[in-house]
């Protein structure tokens, strides 16, 4: 049978431990994130997606591919670094090149408000001669890197 003085030790270590692990959590703070969210307009199409966010000296700052379809029609929040300044963002779609400016100032859902960062909503869209669109929009979430 332990002893009161032994359940006594680890019930204080016990306590402890939780006590400084709540510590060191709390003085990690999430790291903000700019994020890209792509759909798949029409579900009755596949498409081959690659989505390139530049910088002003055009270093890749995020890269991704998608295979849309209809069982994987969306991808949200994606997320990048927030202290980059993304200027320009490069979309495929199936060998058709879109390129767009990172939307600025003059969206009205932007500058946002902390602690949301800006994002980017990309939408693929199947144009009415059947070749493939890119409608992009601009959004505040709280999107971190964690």
């Known amino acids: ?75 949200e929040h994606a997320p990048f670094p927030e202290a980059t300044d993304p200027e320009t963002v490069v979309v495929t779609v199936d060998g058709t090149r879109f390129e767009r400016d990172w939307p600025g100032f003059e969206q009205p859902e932007l500058p946002c408000d902390d602690p949301n960062w800006a994002g980017i909503e990309l939408w693929i869209e199947t144009g009415t001669d059947g070749t493939p669109e890119l409608r992009m929009g601009a959004d505040c979430q709280h999107v971190t890197m964690e």
């Open 1 to 75: 049978m332990p002893s009161i003085h032994r359940r006594s030790l680890l019930a204080g270590a016990g306590a402890a431990l939780v006590g400084v692990s709540g510590c060191t959590t709390q003085s990690s703070s999430p790291t903000p994130a700019h994020w890209v969210t792509v759909y798949l307009a029409d579900r009755e199409e596949t498409y081959d997606v690659g989505v390139t966010v530049r910088d002003d000296s055009g270093d890749a700052v995020f890269e991704k591919d998608y295979a849309l379809s209809d069982s994987n029609e969306a991808d």
